[in-house]
T-cell receptor, first 114, second 109 residues
Framework: GAGVSQSPSNKVTEKGKDVELRCDPI?????LYWYRQSLGQGLEFLIY????????KSGLPSDRFSAERTGGSVSTLTIQRTQQEDSAVYLC????????????FGPGTRLTVL | RKEVEQDPGPFNVPEGATVAFNCTYS??????FFWYRQDCRKEPKLLMS???SGNEDGRFTAQLNRASQYISLLIRDSKLSDSATYLC??????????FGSGTRLQVQP
């Protein structure tokens, strides 16, 4: 079946602009995660949606970052007033159950802030 | 201090060699442990889970030492296709995964 998909695959924006990144998880997966990976770094947790529960936002680096998950499926990560340090690959993952060990990653969105 | 520490490498080894990677984690409440593999400019993919008793999957062996908070991955008979970055990953309960920065392996012909 289809895996996790993300769009766009690449996004170049100017400092100060807002961007929206989209994630389509695997159908039926109840948990959805956003991570980001800066050049040469490991993955940094951002936010975690688990079914109908309140999301775990503990990894969001600032209030410029927010995310929604509509209808328990598609998620959108929004970064307002982008800064150059926001440049990274933003990865989405989903798992069948909340807290399940195996997470399936999408190909990521490479964000470049000029 | 990072929650999960790994030697970034690179480890340059000839085909057929045995290579070992280690990682340490700081959160003693961590309950699940994994090695993920990430190819250049690709997403991470689960390589194997790590169990307390140690576990093997073909040429790959993983070990966990909870007392020392130390995880290892051994690759025997290295192939060119093993060249990648290996990410040490831990999880506490139902929280999201915590990743190390990865160890880069380059297997040379």
């Amino acid at each position: 079946g289809a895996g996790v998909s993300q769009s766009p695959s690449n996004k170049v924006t100017e400092k100060g602009k807002d961007v929206e990144l989209r994630c389509d998880p695997i159908s039926g997966h109840t948990a959805l995660y956003w991570y980001r990976q800066s050049l040469g770094q490991g993955l940094e947790f951002l936010i975690y949606f688990q079914g109908n529960s309140a999301p775990d936002k503990s990894g969001l680096p600032s209030d410029r970052f927010s995310a929604e998950r509509t209808g328990g499926s598609v998620s959108t990560l929004t970064i307002q007033r982008t800064q150059q340090e926001d440049s990274a690959v933003y990865l989405c993952a989903s798992s069948q159950l909340a807290g399940a060990d195996t997470q399936y990653f999408g190909p990521g969105t490479r964000l470049t802030v000029l | 201090r990072k929650e999960v520490e790994q030697d970034p490498g690179p480890f340059n080894v000839p085909e057929g060699a045995t290579v070992a990677f280690n990682c340490t984690y700081s959160n003693s409440a961590s309950q699940s442990f994994f090695w993920y593999r990430q190819d250049c400019r690709k997403e991470p993919k689960l390589l194997m889970s790590v169990y307390s008793s140690g576990n093997e999957d073909g040429r790959f062996t993983a070990q966990l030492n909870r007392a020392s908070q130390y995880i290892s991955l051994l690759i025997r008979d290295s192939k060119l296709s093993d060249s990648a970055t290996y990410l040490c990953v831990v999880k506490e309960g139902r929280r999201a995964l915590t990743f190390g920065s990865g160890t880069r392996l380059q297997v040379q012909p």
